[in-house]
């Protein structure tokens, strides 16, 4: 039998969307598989529930203040859980994230380092120097890792062309989930509180920021209704910009159509509410709410955009329009919401796709086989913990 691999994954991020669903599942899944596995994360309130529901699954969890410069007892406390691990593994929500504890991971020396990256940046500076000098920081940090992992194979190609991560090192492993939930959820009965008597109900889920293109959707909204009048928008998530959506909703007389929901920790049972799920982002990896909805046998419209189309079959389980084009957005939905037959079978559709190619044992398996073949590099003949003396 194999022996297990101490694990220790760190995040810095200060708000919940796909990546730190995805950390929930990876980490989740290999203690299941008896790995001894350790997730770092930030005190921030908005994390507690995430944290808590991790550490029901019996992982390890330690909140830190995580805002540098740190404080000299938690660089004591991250020292002491890399020293502790045979890998780390960083789950880098932006490309400059966790920069600090990067440095600190390679002082430590002992624990290979291994993280998977996500290429886009949420905030790009106005100067241009600033942006090379961001850019620079996440080439340094991807040279830092052993292995940097990707979730498309249009991001793979993106570590090596542009952040100069050498081909050997650069992978790529689409996201997955496990369905169990969301069968469960489709089997429950639907919260009439998020359906009422809207004949069509269209979902976002997303951190609302720029990126993630949600004024779009509010402004194809009004378009829709005339196909539909009926048709209601939920918008899962929350972030800098909701003010902001909340006033533009509002101005164009949305009240009681649109409704902001904020974060919740049951997305199986609203998306088993809808009939679509929209994406109108400006730039995506393979998003881990797409592969959601589709888990959920709803069709997609999304924006044509990076890694998107490695999930979305255009006609066959979804629609791919244009960024930032609210017409072409509101004639997709629009169209959905006149053809009913269409939309179940783009539903029947995505969940035999998900079914297919993004299940979460393939994932986990393909995460758990690159952590020990490093092992393997490391030490020849050794497929599991690294010299236990040593660690501790």
């Not at 959601?292 to 490695?310: F, K, N």
Request: proline share 7%; charged share 25%; aromatic share 8%.
């Amino acid at each position: 039998m194999s022996e297990p691999i101490r694990l220790t994954f760190f995040t810095d991020t200060t708000a919940i969307g796909g990546a730190e669903r995805f950390l929930e599942r990876l980490a989740i899944g290999l203690r299941e598989r008896n790995h001894p596995t350790t997730v770092i994360c930030p005190t921030d309130e908005v994390l507690d529930c995430w944290a808590q529901d991790i550490a029901a699954r019996h992982v390890r969890v330690a909140r830190l203040t995580l805002r540098p410069p740190f404080p000299p007892a938690t660089v004591r406390r991250i020292y002491q859980h890399f020293r502790w691990a045979d890998v780390v593994h960083f789950n880098l929500t932006d490309p400059n994230g966790c920069a600090p504890a990067v440095l600190l991971a390679s002082l430590a020396r002992r624990p290979l380092l291994t993280g998977t990256q996500n290429l886009l940046f949420e905030k790009l500076s106005s100067s241009p120097w600033k942006n090379r000098l961001r850019f620079a920081q996440a080439r340094w940090i991807c040279r830092r890792l052993r292995r940097v992992v990707s979730f498309s194979n249009w991001s793979r190609q993106l570590l090596v062309e542009s952040y100069g991560v050498p081909p050997a090192a650069a992978a790529f492993a689409y996201p997955s989930l496990d369905t169990a939930a969301f069968d469960a959820a489709a089997s429950a009965d639907r919260p009439p509180d998020l359906r009422a008597d809207s004949r069509f109900v269209v979902c976002m889920v997303g951190v609302m920021n720029r990126r993630k293109g949600h004024q779009y959707l509010i402004e194809a909204a009004p378009s829709i209704l005339q196909a539909e009048p009926s048709a209601r928008f939920l918008l899962v998530g929350d972030g800098e910009l909701r003010p902001s959506l909340e006033r533009q909703a509002e101005a164009a007389r949305l009240n009681g159509r649109v409704r902001f929901l904020g974060y919740r920790n049951d997305v199986p049972a609203v998306l088993a509410a809808s009939d679509a799920l929209v994406l109108p982002s400006f730039a995506e990896d393979v998003p881990l709410v797409i592969l959601e909805a589709m888990a959920a046998g709803l069709p997609v419209v999304a924006s044509d955009v990076g890694g998107v189309g490695e999930a979305v079959v255009h006609g066959v389980t979804g629609l791919l329009v244009p960024p930032g084009d609210a017409r072409a957005l509101a004639e997709a939905i629009a169209g959905l919401a006149r053809d009913p037959d269409l939309t179940r079978r783009m539903g029947r559709e995505g969940r035999r796709r998900v079914e297919t190619t993004f299940s979460l044992p393939r994932e986990i398996d393909a995460y758990e086989e690159m952590f020990r073949s490093l092992l393997a590099e490391e030490r020849p003949g050794h497929s599991g913990c690294l010299d236990r003396k040593a660690a501790a």
